[in-house]
């Protein structure tokens, strides 16, 4: 089985940290998201594929060290056709498992390689109940329907056969434009995180500092509840309360609170 990561999008919902950072470089408690999916992913799989276009120099800093293959894309070609191309690239066909490359899963990999080959659907979408903001869906007859009322909403993974590699079509969406007219099955979790805009990100870090390697933070600065990220240093005598510092230096004796503070300009965090 291949991986095939999604790394490509411009990640506007984290706005404006995403103006300096791919979102999948960006850190979740010390370690870059994406590097979390690639150890993840890597005792399952073959061989692990990324699509790039925004920042793709971030994902591959983040990665370094990594054995991976990056799937450049000279303009964005949405879901379906990013992971058309690397299925082409690549020259695979084997079945792969798709994973958004700003979320993390937490579930047996293993089984779920097990229940997709079990059940004989050419698609097994990664589930979980319903969340403010997701799109819901239901699944009928292996069919998945797109509802208001219904009962999951996709988290970010999907194993897909390989006799259905071919027909990927390239387009935007590939759930909406491809995925909707398989035969599905899915593989409901409880247990995972998706980091929607900068609140729920730092929120999701659950009230504890943490400082990303690189980062230059003097020894009497008082950092609370925040992130300070690589590109970015406190100086001496600065407090940061609750606040996302991503790039630029804090001045000396300058307290940030509640903001995410981005090269001297500082914005209320959303």
């Known amino acids: 089985m291949w991986g095939l990561i999604l790394g490509a999008g411009y990640g506007r919902r984290m706005l404006p940290i995403t103006e300096r950072r791919a979102k999948p470089s960006l850190p979740f408690r010390g370690v870059?998201?994406?590097?979390?999916?690639?150890?993840?992913?890597?005792?399952?799989?073959?061989r692990i594929g990324i699509n790039l276009f925004y920042r793709p120099q971030d994902i591959v800093e983040a990665l370094s060290g990594r054995e991976v293959l990056f799937s450049l894309e000279q303009e964005i070609l949405g879901t379906s056709g990013g992971v058309k191309k690397m299925v082409e690239l690549f020259s695979i066909k084997d079945?792969?498992?798709?994973?958004?490359?700003?979320?993390l899963l937490f579930l047996d990999y293993n089984?779920?390689?097990?229940f997709h080959k079990?059940?004989?659907?050419?698609?097994?979408?990664?589930?979980?109940?319903?969340?403010?903001?997701?799109?819901?869906?239901?699944?009928?007859?292996?069919?998945?329907?797109?509802?208001?009322?219904?009962?999951?909403?996709?988290?970010?993974?999907?194993?897909?056969?390989?006799?259905?590699?071919?027909?990927?079509?390239?387009?935007?969406?590939?759930?909406?434009?491809?995925?909707?007219n398989q035969k599905i099955d899915v593989?409901?979790?409880?247990?995972?995180?998706?980091?929607?805009?900068p609140a729920s990100?730092?929120?999701?870090?659950?009230?504890?500092?943490?400082?990303?390697?690189?980062?230059?933070?003097?020894?009497?600065?008082?950092?609370?509840?925040?992130?300070v990220l690589k590109d970015a240093s406190v100086s001496t005598g600065a407090v940061v309360l609750n606040s996302i510092i991503v790039s630029g230096e804090v001045s000396r004796g300058e307290l940030?609170?509640?903001?995410?503070?981005?090269d001297g300009r500082t914005y209320p965090i959303s």
């Not at 593989?187 to 805009?197: A, K, M, R």
């Not at 929120?203 to 390697?213: D, F, L, S, V």
């Not at 940030?256 to 981005?262: G, M, P, Q, V």
């Open 111 to 114: 089984e779920l390689i097990k």
């Open 32 to 46: 870059p998201i994406i590097r979390q999916i690639v150890e993840r992913l890597s005792p399952i799989t073959f």
């Open 118 to 180: 079990k059940n004989g659907a050419m698609v097994t979408l990664v589930v979980s109940s319903p969340r403010e903001n997701y799109t819901r869906f239901s699944v009928k007859n292996h069919k998945l329907n797109i509802t208001e009322d219904g009962e999951y909403i996709y988290c970010g993974a999907m194993v897909i056969s390989s006799e259905l590699l071919k027909e990927i079509p390239s387009g935007e969406n590939i759930i909406k434009e491809f995925i909707v």
């Open 201 to 227: 990100y730092l929120k999701k870090h659950g009230g504890i500092t943490h400082i990303e390697n690189g980062a230059r933070v003097a020894s009497d600065a008082i950092i609370e509840k925040s992130l």
């Open 95 to 103: 079945d792969i498992i798709v994973y958004n490359g700003d979320s």
């Open 187 to 197: 593989f409901p979790i409880e247990n995972f995180l998706e980091f929607t805009n």
């Open 256 to 262: 940030i609170k509640d903001k995410i503070f981005i």
